[in-house]
T-cell receptor
Framework: GQNIDQPTEMTATEGAIVQINCTYQ??????LFWYQQHAGEAPTFLSY????GLEEKGRFSSFLSRSKGYSYLLLKELQMKDSASYLCAVRVNDYKLSFGAGTTVTVRA | DAGVTQSPTHLIKTRGQQVTLRCSPKSGHDTVSWYQQALGQGPQFIFQ???????QRGNFPDRFSGHQFPNYSSELNVNALLLGDSALYLC????????????FGPGTRLTVL
C-alpha cells in the first residue's frame, strides 16, 4: 500500500511564508508532484521533484529528500488567491500517481 | 488549444443505476487516467488507458470499467452504483505513458441517491 501524509489544514497571513510538509512510504518512487486545487476545480500542476534538493519556481519552491521520504512545498509572499488545497502526490510507477489527502491553506488579510 | 474536457459537469443517479462519464484529452495527448476524489480526500487512481488498452488499475472493483477510442478520448463506466460512489471523477491526460506533465480536467461531480 501507499502511505502519504500531509497536514489537514494551515492558516497564514497575506504576505507571509507557509511550508507544507509531506512524508511518504510507497511501494515505488518515480518522482513527487505538488498540485494546487481550488474548491470545485481541477488540480493544477505546481512542481515536480525526482532528485534530492530544492526546485524554485517563482513564489513556490519544492524540496525533496528521498532517503527520508520527505518533501515540502514552500509558498512565499502569500496572496489571497493562494487559498486552496495543496496535494502531494508520488508517482509510484510509470502509470500511477498516489495522492495525499491534501492540505487546505487559508490566507487571511 | 483546448485543455482536458469532461462531460457531464454534474450528474445525479440512484443506487443500482449505471453511469458513463466522458473525457477528451488535451490536444496532442494520447494517454488518459481516471481518478475518483471523495470530498475532503485526495484523488484515488482508478485506471489508465494508452493505445486503447487498460495499462494499470487501482483498487477499484470490476463495476468500474473504461474504454479508450482511436481519437484518444475515453469513457468511464460504473455499474450498480452505490452511495459511496458519490465523488468528483477526474480525468487526466498526458503524452506517452511515462511523461511527467499531466493535465487534469474539471471533473464530473457524481451524486448517488
Amino acid at each position: 500500500g501507499q502511505n502519504i501524509d500531509q497536514p489537514t489544514e494551515m492558516t497564514a497571513t497575506e504576505g507571509a511564508i507557509v511550508q507544507i510538509n509531506c512524508t511518504y512510504q510507497t511501494s515505488g518512487f518515480n518522482g513527487l508532484f505538488w498540485y494546487q486545487q481550488h474548491a470545485g476545480e481541477a488540480p493544477t500542476f505546481l512542481s515536480y521533484n525526482v532528485l534530492d534538493g530544492l526546485e524554485e519556481k517563482g513564489r513556490f519552491s519544492s524540496f525533496l529528500s528521498r532517503s527520508k521520504g520527505y518533501s515540502y512545498l514552500l509558498l512565499k509572499e502569500l496572496q489571497m488567491k493562494d487559498s486552496a488545497s495543496y496535494l502531494c502526490a508520488v508517482r509510484v510507477n510509470d502509470y500511477k500517481l498516489s495522492f495525499g489527502a491534501g492540505t487546505t491553506v487559508t490566507v487571511r488579510a | 488549444d483546448a485543455g482536458v474536457t469532461q462531460s457531464p459537469t454534474h450528474l445525479i443517479k440512484t443506487r443500482g443505476q449505471q453511469v458513463t462519464l466522458r473525457c477528451s484529452p488535451k490536444s496532442g495527448h494520447d494517454t488518459v487516467s481516471w481518478y475518483q476524489q471523495a470530498l475532503g480526500q485526495g484523488p484515488q487512481f482508478i485506471f489508465q488507458y494508452y493505445e486503447e488498452e487498460e495499462r494499470q488499475r487501482g483498487n477499484f472493483p470490476d463495476r468500474f470499467s473504461g474504454h479508450q477510442f482511436p481519437n484518444y478520448s475515453s469513457e468511464l463506466n460504473v455499474n450498480a452504483l452505490l452511495l459511496g460512489d458519490s465523488a468528483l471523477y477526474l480525468c487526466a491526460s498526458r503524452f506517452g505513458r511515462t511523461s511527467n506533465e499531466q493535465f487534469f480536467g474539471p471533473g464530473t461531480r457524481l451524486t448517488v441517491l
